[in-house]
């Protein structure tokens, strides 16, 4: 199955279906489930920021499957369309950041599977420990 790994605070917040989009520079035809993979690093700016959704942060683990329904390119009208979100903050106020945005669905929360990341979309192949 598909895995991306994802920074924390933002692992988190798909996790418990607060962020239905995950940002990034390149674009994927890729549309089916996927496991979210709480990398390393964590946004202590933004654990503070989301501090009232008393989230977990775990890091180096896969924490929740979803499924990537559709890949939107991140244009005006879409950075409308998500002002007034402060899970999206970020990619709104910066207007010189360009790149796409994976729709998640049905994101469901898993128990942690501590396993080492990786960048783009990659592979878990321990399917019965999901």
């Known amino acids: 199955m598909k895995v991306i790994t994802i920074k924390q605070s933002y692992a988190s917040l798909i996790a418990n279906g607060i962020k239905k989009i ?43 499957k979803a499924k990537i329904t559709d890949c939107i390119y ?16 970020h990619v709104v106020k910066d207007k010189n950041w360009q790149g796409y945005g994976f729709k998640l669905e049905q994101i469901e929360k898993i128990p942690p599977i501590y396993i080492k990341g990786k960048l783009g979309l990659w592979e878990y192949e321990n399917k019965e420990k999901i």
């Open 22 to 64: 995950e940002f990034r520079t390149w674009k994927t035809k890729y549309r089916d489930d996927i496991l979210i993979h709480a990398g390393k690093k964590i946004n202590k700016e933004d654990m503070d920021k989301f501090k009232h959704y008393n989230l977990d942060y775990p890091t180096c683990c896969i924490i929740a």
């Open 74 to 89: 991140i244009d005006d009208e879409v950075r409308k369309k998500l002002k007034n979100n402060l899970v999206y903050e």
